[in-house]
């Protein structure tokens, strides 16, 4: 997860994108993700939290 949210703080500081949202940790999920946006760009930075996931295949 440290992946996600250092990506996440390098586009904020960067290249001034703020947090719109985030989910991730709670319920037993897979994955932490991050939307970032600058004024009508949306990025959304997602990690598997286990490595034995399908997302850390793709």
């Known amino acids: 997860m440290w992946k996600c ?5 390098f586009y ?4 001034w ?3 719109l949202a985030y989910a991730g940790l709670k319920r037993g ?4 993700s991050y939307v970032l ?3 009508k760009i ?14 850390v295949n793709m």
């Open 17 to 19: 994108f703020s947090k």
């Open 12 to 15: 904020k500081t960067a290249f």
């Open 5 to 9: 949210q250092a990506r996440a703080h």
């Open 42 to 55: 949306r990025l959304v930075l997602t990690t598997a939290l286990n490595s034995d996931r399908p997302l």
């Open 29 to 32: 999920k897979d994955r932490a």
């Open 37 to 39: 946006k600058q004024d």
